[in-house]
Structures are given as structure tokens and as C-alpha cells.
């Protein structure tokens, strides 16, 4: 093959010529740079609060996400920042991402991370930077406003303890208020258990029935239901045992709305049934009254209230609330009002138990 060199100065020390061209004036610092080329940190715009921002993931033990470029410099960049998070807490759990092509930022992940519900405290694109302002708005639809652990005994309801954190301002998660007893939430995926259960009660499914949840995107009255893993294909056909196990919307939407579609209010009664909906009355400052499952009427229902309801949506339910359903469940059926008090005890002599 034969070649032209179409620029004459680069005859001779082309590689040094090359950078000088490419506005490198000092050829030998390139290759080996020393400490007195380093960036300072303090230079970057909002370093100081992401520095801040890592040591409070790192606290609480929140998992990181690294997206990486499909290149040497995005391979390399998420090495070493790999590396250097694991020296400063070997415990950290790290996933990533691999982009596909010469993607940057969020965008080819966005419906993944969404549709998946995983959250991490803290998401890192080493080597990248992103003006995908959209996708970070919509990227916290993942981040967790509010956090409630709580540990009760199952047969005396007894609650041993609770964790409740709330998302400030500054991203950083703090005690603020009983948020287990006091908040209405949409209960979720916790919520499809009550659906399957009220279902198994008036005999319209078995455990081994089986519904097609097809790629993953099942069309519901003209809105679009999706699996967690539609962008894999979907589960397919699964019977009802494996619907609940892998918690498919689809799955749990179609055998609801199939069969209560024109009888949406057995499906409520049902609920009701089950004690979900029932007020535990708890003697605590600032606990909600009740959990609020609506029943139809023609002004507040239409075609996607069923499908959405039995997935945990349309629906607003305590924490505490969906703790003592599912404590239910693991006392053989038997539903006790969460205990926080055991006795009150006055100059070592028991005044209340």
C-alpha cells in the first residue's frame, strides 16, 4: 500500500511532533506526569459535597453502582476507581454497568435501573460525564425518600425494633419521624401477596394455573405493564407459585383483572377480608388512623385502578400496616396488634405491663 505524508514536519520525531500539534507543549511531562501535574480536587465544581456524599454512602453501608465507558479510558477509570473503594471499605458491595456502544452517561440504562427498583446510594460514571438532566430527574424515581426497618416477634407482636430514615435536602438519610407507623405509603411488590391470597380464597386460581406474562410488556387497557426484566424478554409463560416468587406486575395484574374485572369490589371485600385493611389502633402520637384501600364507585374507578391496585398501587398502606399482614401469614393465620410497650416499670416494681 502505498502512503503519502501530507505534513513534512512530521518527518522526524513524530510522535513528539504529534502532541506538540495537538497543543502539548512539553512531551516528556505527558508521558510521565508527577505529582505537580495532579488536578487539586478542591478545583472541581461540587467535590467537597461529593466527597461528603461518599463517606455517608460508605457509612451506612449503601451499595454503588459504577457505569463504564466500553473503552480503555472507561475501562481503566472504573479499575481504579474500583480499587480505590474497595481500599477505603473493603466491604462495600459494587455492581456496574457496561455500556453497549459509545454511549455515555445514563441514557441507555435509565428504564433498566427503573424498571429493575434497585437502589443504590450512590451511582459513579468514571471516565464520563453526563448532560442527560432528564434522566437524572427520572433517575430518582430509584432513590428511596424514606427507609423503616422493623423487627417484631411473630407470636407476641412484641416490636424489638425500628429504623427510620428520611432523605434530607443534602441526600444524606437521617432519623426524622416515625415514619413505620405515621406514613402512608403505596405498598409495591409487598402488596401482590394480598392479591394472590384474596384470588386463592375464592377459588379463581390454583398455585400450579398458569398466565403468560409474554417479553415482559403486557398492554393493560392501553397502558403499558411491565416486568422488572422486560428488557431480557420477559418470564413468559409461569404458573402462579413462580408469579409470586419472581413478583411479576404482569402476572398478578392479568390473574386479578381477569377475574375481577367486572366485580371489583369482591376483589376490595376480599382485601378487607384479609385484615390489610384493618386499623391497629396504635396508642402513638402521629400514627396514621387506617391504611386507605378504596372502594369502587363510579366517580373513583376506571379500566387500570384493578390491574395497578393489585400490584401495590392506587393503594396507601403504614408499614406497620404490611408488617402485621405478613406476621399474620408466619402465625399460622393468626393476626396480633404490634406491642411496643411490655411493662412500665417504677422503683423496681411493675406499675403497667
Avoid at 473503552?71 to 458491595?93: C, H, Q, R, V
Avoid at 453497549?100 to 446510594?121: A, T
Avoid at 425494633?161 to 438519610?173: C, E, F, L, R, S
Wanted: glycine residues 8%; aromatic residues 8%.
Amino acid at each position: 500500500m502505498k502512503t503519502k505524508l501530507i505534513n513534512e514536519n512530521f518527518k522526524k520525531d513524530y510522535v513528539n511532533q504529534l502532541l506538540k500539534s495537538r497543543g502539548i507543549e512539553n512531551p516528556m511531562a505527558y508521558y510521565e506526569p508527577g505529582p505537580e501535574h495532579l488536578q487539586n480536587h478542591s478545583d472541581m465544581e461540587n467535590m467537597g459535597q461529593g466527597a461528603m456524599l461518599l463517606e455517608e454512602v460508605i457509612r451506612l453501608g449503601e451499595k454503588i453502582l459504577l457505569v463504564v465507558d466500553s473503552d480503555n479510558d472507561g475501562f481503566t477509570s472504573a479499575t481504579i476507581m474500583y480499587n480505590y473503594l474497595k481500599d477505603l471499605a473493603p466491604e462495600l458491595e459494587i455492581d456496574y454497568l457496561l455500556h453497549e456502544g459509545k454511549q455515555h452517561g445514563l441514557q441507555d440504562h435509565i428504564d433498566r435501573l427503573i424498571e429493575e427498583g434497585k437502589h443504590y446510594g450512590l451511582i459513579i460514571c468514571p471516565d464520563s460525564s453526563s448532560n442527560d438532566y432528564e434522566y437524572h430527574e427520572r433517575l430518582k424515581e430509584i432513590n428511596a425518600s424514606v427507609g423503616v426497618a422493623i423487627l417484631m416477634e411473630v407470636k407476641t407482636g412484641e416490636v424489638k425494633a425500628i429504623v427510620n430514615m428520611t432523605k434530607g435536602n443534602d441526600g444524606i438519610y437521617r432519623e426524622v419521624k416515625n415514619n413505620a407507623v405515621s406514613d402512608m405509603m403505596e405498598p409495591g411488590s409487598t402488596f401482590k401477596t394480598a392479591s394472590i391470597m384474596v384470588a386463592l380464597e375464592d377459588g379463581y386460581i390454583t398455585p400450579d394455573q398458569e398466565v403468560d406474562t409474554k417479553n415482559g410488556v403486557y398492554m393493560m387497557h392501553g397502558r403499558p405493564m411491565k416486568d422488572h426484566n422486560w428488557h431480557r424478554g420477559g418470564y413468559g409463560v409461569i404458573d402462579v407459585t413462580k408469579v409470586l416468587m419472581v413478583s411479576s406486575n404482569i402476572g398478578v395484574s392479568r390473574l386479578i383483572d381477569e377475574n375481577y374485572h367486572n366485580q371489583p369490589e369482591k376483589f376490595v371485600e376480599g382485601l378487607y377480608k384479609l385484615g390489610i385493611a384493618t386499623p391497629l389502633n396504635l396508642d402513638i402520637p402521629g400514627a396514621a388512623k387506617k391504611p386507605n384501600i378504596r372502594k369502587p364507585t363510579k366517580e373513583n374507578w376506571y379500566k387500570t385502578a384493578l390491574p395497578w391496585m393489585s400490584i401495590g398501587y392506587e393503594t396507601q398502606v403504614p408499614p406497620m400496616n404490611t408488617l402485621a399482614f405478613y406476621n399474620a401469614i408466619a402465625n399460622n393465620g393468626v393476626m396480633v396488634k404490634p406491642k411496643f410497650v411490655k411493662a412500665i416499670v417504677k422503683e423496681e416494681r411493675f406499675a403497667y405491663t
